[in-house]
Structure formats: C-alpha cells, structure tokens
C-alpha cells in the first residue's frame, strides 16, 4: 500500500487544483468543466451504455492493431537481423516510411479501406510496426556470439539456437518496443477513428467537441488514458515475469 | 605413487589431424593463423596446446569443434564419424537466464534426452563439480569459479567423445585457477576423456596434461611435442619437484 502513497496523493492534489481552478477562475464548465461534472457525465455515460461500447471497439482495434504490428516487425526485425544484404535493400523503406506522419497518410488509409474497424487497425499496426522492429533487430544483434559458439558445438539446430538463445536473450530489448508500441497503439486507433469512424471513444470525444458536451470530451481522454496504462501495465507484468533473472 | 592403475593408452589414434592450416581474410591479403599443423591424439590423452598469444591456439580449437573450417588440410575423428563435442570457453558462457540447473541441462535438451534421465544425470554433474545447494542460484548470484565448474558440468554431461578447453581458468584468480587444476584432474581422471586444453600457462599444462604441443608465433607451427610421465593423480606438491621444475624450463625454452 505504502508504494501507491505518492500517487494517491498526487492525484488528490491535482483534482483538488482543478476543482478550485473550476470554481473561482470563472471559466465556464463547457470549457474547462468541474471534475464533478465529468464524474456525472461518466456515470451517464456507463449507464447508457455508450461508454462500454465505445471503448469495447477503440480496445478491439488496439489489440487487433497490436497482434498485426508486432507480428510483421517480429518476423521483418528477425529476418533483418540475420541478413545484413536484406537490411540494406529494405531499410531506406522502413527509415522513409517513419519520415511520414501516421496523421498524414491515416485520411488515405480511411478511403481505401472504408471508415470501419479495418482502416482503424492498420493505422495502429504501422505505429506499432516500428519501435518493436528496431528493438528486435538491436535484441537480435546483441546476442552474444559466444552462445551461438556453444550452440553450434552442440550441433544444435536453428529452431533450438532461436527458441533457446535468440528468444531469452533478445527478450529485454524486445518487451522495451513493446511497451513504447503499446502506448502508440493507442494513438494510432484515435487518430483513424478521428479521421473517420462511427464509433469508437475517437468517434465520442469527436461527438462531444461537436455538441459543446465537453465533459464528455474529458471522460473519453481519461478512459484513453486508462486504456494506455492499461496496456503499459502488461507489459510491465510480462516484464516482471519473465526478466526476473537480470535484476 | 603405486596402486592408482592408469589404464594402458591403446595406440591407434582417435583424433588426426594433417596438414591444418587456417588463414583469415584482412586488408594486407590474409593473415597466416595456423600453418601446417600435423598430429595424432590416442584415446583418453590429455592434451595442452601451449603458445603465446597470437599463436592460432584458439583457433585450432574453433576448427576442431567445427564451429569455423580450415582453409586447407582436414581432420578426422575416430572412423570418420562426427564427434560430440564438450566446450569449455574463456569466459563461463552461462546463460543468465538459466539457473545452475537449467545450464548443465543445456546440452541433453539439445540432444532431446528424456526429462527423467536428464534430470538425474544432471545432478549427478551438479555433485560431481560440487556445486549442491546452488541448483536454482542464477549466473549472477555465482563467483567466477563457481560459473567455470557449471560451464565444465555442462561440458561433460553429454558425455563427449572430445572435450575441447579453451584457456577456461584464465579469467579467474591465482588462488581459484589452481584449486581449478586439482579438480579438474580429478574429474579427468573420473571420466577419462580425451582432452585438448589450450593455455598459455606452463604450470597448467605440466599439471593437467600427459603430453605438450608448444605452437610458435603466427603463423601457428608446431615447435615441440613432448610427452611425460608424470604420476596420476596429481597433487598440488608436484609442482615442486625437480622433475616438473625441468619439463617447465625445457617448455620456456621452446616458448619464444
């Protein structure tokens, strides 16, 4: 209990700060509303449904954004890694591609593949992409040469040089881009559900700027930031699971 | 010293080695690591390979673990077949993400031995290199002689047909490399293995071996061969016999 002390705490003074702020700033609530106020808005929100239902879409593109993402740059990091030729020919692409904002190519992305779910998860996967393939590349390539030495002296195959060494060895580095790409995932579905969507917390937050409800602005930027930590906590969790052995 | 019955060497060879040489490319054209190298090892001999540094003595050993091919000459073990190998390297090469356990059991996972028998026989290894009481210790939590005992647990539990040391106490302290050397032999003499040991130490070849190979600078030739009868097995004292004082001085001589 005593570690969550600081944080309670300075949640406490941050919502009491804004509180006061709210009260005797004269700032009207439909632009900056009262934590009180969005409190209401949140619980109306969750009773009518719409709260669980758009976050329930927004949290399937992220998973399903994340699975693809990390998937591609596993398997593209890995083969880049091995073959230096490989990383030669494909990694002009890769550097330009990160050049592009997602923003900018996210309206493309909605008009070729419709302002549904689609769209939205390969936004999300191409943000993804990235930070995982880089950490799995430096993962790669940071295994020392002296365990291949040993593998190889057992005439071990690759299936075994990989699941035993390349794997554990690699895993640090790699779990370090999945945890930046899970915080990203987050961006990429808001950024295609604000492009165009006809749910999702992007589309609500989108709904409530247009209505002046702004409360419901807020409640939808807190739940995507619970969202974020959310998924950061994972893998924190897997970090602690499996990393115990490095400190 | 009677009584200790070392078995009679047969004389046919079970490692060959003709003509090795071994030469990397670099800027000037290739560098002349190995040259020529030619020699027979018996069944269960001990051999060190005695050089200076630079003298290709590592990597006669990477050829002969397969791990990189000559540039011309070749080597064959026993009828042919492709021997197991055990290897123990410079530094303990642990994985640090294996217990003490998990890293003995490396080799028999590789071979797909049975959990059952691999467990048995790796504690069998973990009381024979007396590492009880640190099955489940990490890497980190491990002094460097206790790290080195893992890697040469590791090396033998597959019971190899060559084991192949490559300079394995170099990173420890006096003090732990000799205790190093009597425990060594006395697993040497437990197993009976056929042994190549590269070292730059007189004092560990003489104290290990039956037989010396002294390399010369690069490009590595064989300079001596020399074999001895020293009585098995051996005690820290023998180190200060007038014997093992004259085999050291004939070693220095022909180390340049």
Same mark, same amino acid.
């Given at each position: 209990?005593?570690?969550?002390?600081?944080?309670?705490?300075?949640?406490?003074?941050?919502?009491?700060?804004?509180?006061?702020?709210?009260?005797?700033?004269?700032?009207?609530?439909?632009?900056?509303?009262?934590?009180?106020?969005?409190?209401?808005?949140?619980?109306?929100?969750?009773?009518?449904?719409?709260?669980?239902?758009?976050?329930?879409?927004?949290?399937?593109?992220?998973?399903?954004?994340?699975?693809?993402?990390?998937?591609?740059?596993?398997?593209?990091?890995?083969?880049?890694?091995?073959?230096?030729?490989?990383? $030669? %020919?494909?990694? !002009?692409?890769?550097?330009?591609?990160?050049?592009?904002?997602?923003?900018?190519? /996210?309206? *493309?992305? +909605? @008009?070729?593949?419709?302002?549904?779910?689609?769209?939205?998860?390969?936004?999300?996967?191409?943000?993804?992409?990235?930070?995982?393939?880089?950490?799995?590349?430096?993962?790669?390539?940071?295994?020392?040469?002296?365990?291949?030495?040993?593998?190889?002296?057992?005439?071990?195959?690759?299936?075994?040089?990989?699941? $035993? %060494?390349?794997? !554990?060895?690699?895993?640090?580095?790699?779990?370090?881009?999945?945890?930046?790409? /899970?915080? *990203?995932? +987050? @961006?990429?579905?808001?950024?295609?559900?604000?492009?165009?969507?006809?749910?999702?917390?992007?589309?609500?937050?989108?709904?409530?700027?247009?209505?002046?409800?702004?409360?419901?602005?807020?409640?939808?930027?807190?739940?995507?930031?619970?969202?974020?930590?959310?998924?950061?906590?994972?893998?924190?969790?897997?970090?602690?699971?499996?990393?115990?052995?490095?400190? | 010293?009677?009584?200790?019955?070392?078995?009679?060497?047969?004389?046919?060879?079970?490692?060959?080695?003709?003509?090795?040489?071994?030469?990397?490319?670099?800027?000037?054209?290739?560098?002349?690591?190995?040259?020529?190298?030619?020699?027979?090892?018996?069944?269960?001999?001990?051999?060190?390979?005695?050089?200076?540094?630079?003298?290709?003595?590592?990597?006669?050993?990477?050829?002969?673990?397969?791990?990189?091919?000559?540039?011309?000459?070749?080597?064959?073990?026993?009828?042919?077949?492709?021997?197991?190998?055990?290897?123990?390297?410079?530094?303990?090469?642990?994985?640090?993400?294996?217990?003490?356990?998990?890293?003995?059991?490396?080799?028999?996972?590789?071979?797909?031995?049975?959990?059952?028998?691999?467990?048995?026989?790796?504690?069998?290894?973990?009381?024979?290199?007396?590492?009880?009481?640190?099955?489940?210790?990490?890497?980190?939590?491990?002094?460097?002689?206790?790290?080195?005992?893992?890697?040469?647990?590791?090396?033998?539990?597959?019971?190899?047909?060559?084991?192949?040391?490559?300079?394995?106490?170099?990173?420890?302290?006096?003090?732990?490399?000799?205790?190093?050397?009597?425990?060594?032999?006395?697993?040497?003499?437990?197993?009976?293995?056929?042994?190549?040991?590269?070292?730059?130490?007189?004092?560990?070849?003489?104290?290990?071996?039956?037989?010396?190979?002294?390399?010369?600078?690069?490009?590595?030739?064989?300079?001596?061969?020399?074999?001895?009868?020293?009585?098995?097995?051996?005690?820290?004292?023998?180190?200060?016999?007038?014997?093992?004082?004259?085999?050291?001085?004939?070693?220095?001589?022909?180390?340049?």
């Amino acid at each position: 209990m005593k570690r969550f002390t600081p944080i309670i705490l300075s949640t406490l003074a941050f919502l009491l700060g804004w509180d006061l702020l709210t009260r005797y700033s004269g700032i009207p609530n439909f632009i900056l509303p009262s934590p009180l106020s969005v409190w209401t808005r949140f619980l109306k929100a969750m009773n009518d449904g719409s709260l669980p239902h758009h976050t329930a879409i927004t949290l399937t593109e992220i998973v399903l954004g994340l699975v693809v993402g990390v998937t591609f740059a596993t398997v593209v990091g890995y083969m880049l890694a091995k073959s230096r030729s490989l990383e $030669k %020919v494909l990694s !002009p692409y890769l550097v330009a591609s990160q050049a592009i904002p997602v923003i900018a190519i /996210a309206p *493309l992305l +909605v @008009i070729w593949l419709g302002d549904g779910i689609l769209s939205k998860v390969v936004i999300c996967a191409l943000i993804v992409f990235f930070p995982v393939l880089v950490n799995t590349i430096v993962g790669i390539r940071a295994v020392p040469t002296a365990l291949y030495d040993l593998m190889n002296s057992l005439h071990a195959s690759r299936a075994q040089i990989l699941w $035993k %060494v390349e794997a !554990p060895a690699s895993l640090p580095v790699f779990l370090g881009g999945l945890r930046i790409g /899970a915080t *990203l995932s +987050v @961006i990429g579905a808001i950024v295609g559900e604000l492009v165009d969507a006809e749910s999702g917390l992007g589309f609500l937050l989108q709904l409530g700027d247009f209505q002046y409800d702004t409360p419901m602005v807020f409640v939808a930027v807190f739940t995507l930031i619970a969202l974020a930590l959310m998924l950061y906590g994972i893998v924190r969790v897997l970090e602690n699971k499996f990393l115990k052995w490095q400190n | 010293m009677q009584g200790f019955a070392v078995p009679k060497m047969p004389h046919t060879p079970i490692l060959s080695i003709r003509n090795l040489s071994a030469v990397f490319q670099n800027e000037n054209g290739g560098l002349h690591a190995l040259e020529n190298i030619s020699f027979d090892v018996k069944p269960r001999e001990f051999v060190c390979v005695l050089g200076p540094s630079g003298s290709g003595k590592t990597t006669l050993l990477r050829i002969l673990a397969g791990l990189i091919p000559p540039t011309s000459g070749a080597f064959t073990f026993g009828q042919g077949e492709e021997p197991s190998i055990g290897m123990v390297f410079q530094q303990a090469t642990l994985m640090p993400w294996r217990t003490v356990t998990e890293n003995i059991k490396l080799p028999l996972e590789v071979k797909k031995i049975d959990e059952d028998s691999a467990r048995k026989k790796t504690n069998e290894m973990i009381e024979l290199v007396g590492l009880q009481g640190f099955e489940d210790s990490l890497p980190r939590d491990l002094s460097g002689g206790m790290a080195q005992r893992v890697a040469i647990a590791r090396a033998l539990i597959h019971d190899p047909d060559l084991l192949l040391l490559d300079e394995p106490f170099a990173s420890l302290d006096a003090m732990t490399r000799e205790r190093m050397w009597t425990e060594l032999s006395n697993l040497w003499q437990a197993r009976q293995k056929t042994v190549i040991m590269v070292t730059h130490s007189i004092n560990e070849s003489l104290f290990l071996a039956d037989r010396v190979l002294v390399l010369t600078q690069r490009p590595g030739k064989i300079k001596m061969d020399m074999e001895f009868d020293l009585p098995h097995p051996r005690k820290d004292e023998i180190r200060y016999t007038s014997q093992f004082g004259k085999l050291a001085k004939k070693l220095r001589g022909a180390i340049e």
